[in-house]
């Protein structure tokens, strides 16, 4: 039975692809931040919620020792918790808003996979899967075809490119470890109002895609629904 942990599991993405693992037959540990709607989400998919806050040190660390505790290891981490962050013209952008969001965005991958490693390593086929987007890609920011073009992202665009360099780095760095970054796509969630054409179901094909890869599977990958990602 393969074990994963979500952060940021109690709505949109993470919820749907806590959904689609249990349904594939793994093991679901839904991470959130706020206790209640953690356990709510938890309730309604049959899995067992453990609280964490990303940009938080003594959270993730009872987090892991909660999962040492009951299970002893994960077998996938998908760093999916994000904030989009303010909505303020680039001109007022402030220093405190960027570490809001490069706290949760970046650290909050870097805090959550030190504190994991240990229990990941316990698998047979650990793998991480951080959630990136095509908003942080140079080439579908730079093409006049995609939709990313269209947006201007002083803070989350950055960010996620931050989160795909990361996904590379580590790759290279934890050659005992799948490493990947999956890019959902213009989704349909709280992120954009419902705007994005895509379901949650289709946003998280590339999530689920790398969560259940086996021993064979790719490492330092940035892949979408369709396929790779240009970087």
Excluded: C
């Excluded at 505790?69 to 303010?86: C, F, K, Q, R, S």
């Excluded at 942080?136 to 920011?141: I, K, L």
């Excluded at 790759?171 to 954009?192: C, E, Q, R």
């Amino acid at each position: 039975m393969t074990t994963t942990f979500i952060t940021g599991a109690n709505k949109s993405l993470g919820y749907e692809t806590a959904r689609r693992l249990i349904e594939a037959g793994h093991t679901v540990l839904v991470g959130a931040r706020d206790p209640e709607r953690g356990r709510a989400a938890a309730d309604a998919l049959g899995a067992r919620f453990v609280q964490i806050d990303v940009t938080d040190d003594t959270s993730v660390a009872a987090a892991a020792t909660d999962i040492e505790a009951h299970e002893g290891h994960i077998d996938v981490l998908v760093n999916n918790a994000g904030v989009h962050g303010t909505h303020k013209p680039a001109d007022r952008i402030t220093a405190a808003d960027a570490r809001e969001v490069l706290e949760v965005n970046v650290v909050g991958i870097v805090r959550v996979t030190h504190a994991f490693l240990p229990l990941l390593r316990r698998s047979a086929n650990p793998v991480i899967v951080n959630v990136s987007s095509g908003m942080g890609s140079f080439a579908a920011t730079q093409d006049p075809a995609r939709p990313e073009s269209k947006a201007v992202e002083p803070l989350y665009s950055p960010s996620k490119s931050a989160v795909t360099m990361l996904t590379t780095q580590y790759a290279k760095a934890l050659p005992d470890v799948k490493v990947n970054a999956a890019d959902p796509g213009y989704t349909a969630t709280d992120f954009n109002a419902h705007r994005g054409p895509q379901t949650v179901t289709e946003g998280t094909d590339a999530i689920v895609e790398l969560a259940t890869i086996g021993k064979d599977g790719p490492t330092g990958a940035f892949r979408d629904r369709r396929g790779p990602m240009a970087w």
